[in-house]
């Protein structure tokens, strides 16, 4: 209040104030007005240009809205104001990556995220984001070679083994996409799809009295699932 006040007041006196804009922006987030900090924003990158100091906010700024999109758009124009050396670099390209994927737009993400695995080599959250933009684009045998790279960095993760799992069952290995399922049975998050999964892999392999329990332990484990429910209600078969 009083703060806004002040830097109001500044602007009106200086409006191309650059760090007093910034300012603004910064205390409208704070107090939750993440639209009109955009606007402050925008308004910023049409009088300063493509400024670090106005982007890589920016962009946070949208994806605190959710606009995942527009987010993405900020940190491509960001990443071309600095060298591959700088260390804001590698910091940018992870978020352009994480929200060109969280945007749909997989085959940009898998390029960004392709470069960071060279940088990161042991950092299996890389590896999973990867597996995952990879089975957005339906690429089931690079999704499963970026998930088992993470399963390699850390072992027995759940979220590792649900898209290796995943993978498997988009090849149509679907004893292979069972064992790995099977693996997150018993994960607190993640059972209720292991067994719905499981459950269209026995179905792919006609064994339907087993694909009927695999679907009731699903809905029992995740009943307000509407996936889940809605599928079982449509595909399982009298016993």
Not at 118 to 134: K, N, S
Not at 173 to 200: C, H, P, V
Request: hydrophobic letters at 40%; a neutral charge; glycine letters at 6%.
């Amino acid at each position: 209040d009083k703060a806004q006040a002040v830097i109001d007041a500044g602007l009106s006196r200086r409006p191309q104030d650059l760090e007093l804009m910034l300012s603004k922006a910064r205390l409208c987030q704070q107090v939750g007005q993440t639209d009109e900090a955009i606007g402050v924003y925008e308004q910023a990158q049409i009088m300063h240009g493509d400024s670090p100091q106005v982007l890589e906010p920016a962009g946070y700024a949208y994806i605190a809205q959710g606009n995942w999109k527009l987010a993405a758009e900020k940190f491509d124009l960001l990443i071309k104001q600095y060298p591959e050396n700088d260390p804001h670099y590698n910091i940018t390209m992870r978020s352009l990556a994480r929200c060109l994927y969280n945007s749909n737009q997989y085959a940009s993400a898998l390029f960004w995220y392709d470069k960071l695995s060279v940088v990161y080599r042991d950092d299996a959250g890389i590896w999973l984001d990867m597996a995952q933009a990879a089975l957005g684009l339906d690429d089931a045998k690079r999704a499963a070679y970026c998930a088992n790279r993470a399963i390699k960095v850390k072992p027995s993760w759940p979220q590792a083994y649900a898209v290796l799992g995943s993978a498997h069952y988009m090849q149509g290995s679907y004893n292979q996409s069972l064992k790995t399922f099977y693996k997150i049975t018993t994960d607190d998050e993640l059972a209720g799809f292991a067994w719905f999964m499981s459950g269209r892999c026995y179905q792919q392999l006609g064994r339907n009295r087993q694909a009927n329990i695999a679907f009731e332990r699903a809905e029992k484990l995740d009943p307000d699932n509407p996936l889940i429910a809605s599928f079982s209600k449509k595909t399982v078969h009298p016993l």
